[in-house]
């Protein structure tokens, strides 16, 4: 049977600590129930001793039914020469009424100098104070021994001691830190197998990134013994951030044979670490390993061809476990698996003797050579195969744009686009103001299509990027665009390239539409003699 370890999560108190990280209240609400669905065992929601919201966050968090995690108050130790009782922020902890309280202590001997400035034994005493007094009010204790493996580097034997006296207090879990993060895997391995001889409360270990090792040190923690692993999602926190769960679990659990949270459970850390980057307003990274979009990606044609025979070539798991996925990238890398392996995602018979093979191969490598990335615009990617194979039948044609300008002083610049479009052999004719040139035209595009396309109206564009491929030409450079849009079913990105940046934006605003309708044989809305359906390609 497989050895259990406890994750905690932080990402609510220490994530939030991270730079450019702000979660409201009602934020902190989603992200805890998207936890509880991964499995996580403990949340640790904030320290209530600190700020209004976090008091306001346990009292809400109430409300949520909860079925795998525990919710954590954090706090410090007492305040040097008082009692427990008249110490206010054990007493938040106590009023929140959470079941575990998370409070840290001193194991570095210069911190109790320089840090709180006090006595080595009344530090002892702070730590077992506080400990005992959490208990005697029948809370779960987890006791955070911070800068633990700096101070045992510098003290070993006062380092034990403080942990010592969180035992005696009775915690119910001693967590060995690495608060600045400057360990080695072989210094935690060492240490904490020390630990682990001379007490015998579960302990747990608290890994910062500094070194880029949080994840490692974690995981020669757990192999020393460790039980519990407290980190963040996406690996949220302070400087370098702290030890990154969505690496930890999967690591755990697929790699070393422990059990962390279920199968099921498991499947969804994809979708966990990208919900959590959303409501932060943080990038997740295309190459976080396990559930980045490009984690399980493939571009040179060698290694495309050696998953289409097996995909463990070149993937050490199968990317569903963690709810990912494989991906092949068509680029000037690309050979015929590559476009192979997306014909087939797109169900066409591809052949890979047919010039229309080699000549689409051509076409790619040279409009990449133009400055088109398809690595990031699948969906335009998917409609150039298709239109080469026949399988693209077109819902519309442009017939022009124009767009308008005007600044008067003293007044904001307004912009009106005028489209015209041909649609099922109808002139469709209308404009619009928007904020922006691109704003506008996709405001006019879409009164031209929704009367056929009603569908269209819950599409919006999520992202909008501009690249400049050649900053030596200035303001003559030739720009490359990317959009992303996103409806009920999903997201999608298309990219546009030219020396006129609205020519590059429409060109992508355009192929983002194009796909909205692939496979979705939207009804038309036609006057009596034209009413009929489009004949579109199911995707």
């Not at 709180?116 to 702070?126: D, G, P, S």
């Not at 026949?390 to 009106?416: C, H, R, Y």
């Amino acid at each position: 049977m497989a050895t259990s370890v406890k994750i905690f999560d932080t990402t609510l108190r220490d994530g939030t600590q991270g730079e450019g990280i702000s979660l409201s209240v009602e934020d902190k609400m989603k992200i805890a129930r998207k936890l509880d669905s991964l499995g996580i065992h403990y949340i640790e929601g904030g320290w209530p001793g600190s700020n209004n919201k976090d008091i306001e966050f346990f009292t809400r968090v109430k409300e949520l039914d909860l079925k795998n995690a525990k919710v954590t108050a954090f706090g410090s130790t007492r305040r040097k020469d008082t009692l427990p009782e008249n110490d206010m922020n054990l007493n938040r902890i106590l009023e929140v009424g959470v079941p575990v309280a998370t409070i840290f202590g001193k194991s570095w001997d210069f911190h109790v100098h320089q840090a709180i400035q006090t006595t080595l034994e009344e530090n002892l005493a702070m730590i077992y104070d506080s400990v005992k007094y959490l208990k005697s009010h029948g809370l779960e204790v987890i006791y955070d021994a911070e800068h633990f493996f700096d101070g045992y580097k510098n003290n070993s034997e006062y380092a034990l001691q403080t942990i010592k006296k969180a035992e005696e207090a009775g915690a119910d879990w001693i967590v060995l830190c690495d608060t600045n993060g400057g360990s080695l895997p072989h210094e935690v391995t060492q240490i904490v197998t020390t630990v682990r001889q001379a007490i015998s409360t579960p302990i747990g270990i608290h890994a910062h990134n500094d070194c880029e090792l949080g994840v490692a040190n974690s995981l020669a923690a757990v192999m020393a013994g460790a039980t519990q692993v407290q980190g963040t999602i996406n690996g949220f926190g302070e400087r370098c951030g702290n030890a990154n769960l969505v690496s930890i679990i999967p690591n755990l659990q697929l790699k070393l044979d422990y059990e962390c949270v279920s199968a099921e459970q498991l499947a969804s850390l994809s979708s966990v670490a990208r919900y959590v980057s959303e409501i932060a307003n943080m990038h997740l990274p295309v190459n976080q390993p396990y559930v980045g979009s490009a984690a399980f990606a493939h571009k040179g044609g060698i290694h495309v061809s050696a998953i289409l025979r097996n995909s463990s070539t070149y993937e050490h798991i199968e990317p569903e476990l963690v709810g990912n996925k494989q991906r092949v990238l068509v680029s000037e890398l690309a050979g015929q698996s590559n476009l192979v392996f997306k014909a087939q995602e797109l169900g066409l018979d591809f052949d890979t003797n047919n010039q229309q093979t080699k000549q689409l191969i051509e076409q790619i490598k040279e409009m990449e050579h133009q400055g088109f990335q398809f690595e990031g615009a699948d969906a335009t990617l998917e409609l150039l195969i298709r239109n080469a194979y026949g399988k693209l039948e077109e819902a519309f044609t442009l017939d022009s744009f124009k767009i308008m300008v005007v600044k008067n002083a003293n007044q904001p610049v307004i912009t009106e686009a005028i489209v015209k479009l041909t649609i099922n052999g109808e002139t469709v004719y209308n404009a619009a103001e928007g904020n922006g040139p691109v704003n506008a035209l996709d405001n006019a595009l879409r009164k031209c299509l929704q009367q056929y396309y009603p569908a269209l109206q819950s599409m919006y564009l999520s992202d909008y990027k501009v690249r400049v491929l050649d900053e030596k030409d200035t303001t003559a450079a030739k720009v490359r665009v990317l959009i992303e849009t996103t409806d009920s079913s999903g997201s999608w990105s298309t990219v546009g390239v030219s020396g006129n940046v609205i020519e590059a934006s429409w060109d992508a605003l355009i192929d983002s539409i194009r796909y909205a309708l692939i496979g979705k044989a939207r009804a038309i809305v036609h006057s009596d003699d034209h009413k009929e359906r489009v004949g579109l390609v199911n995707h």
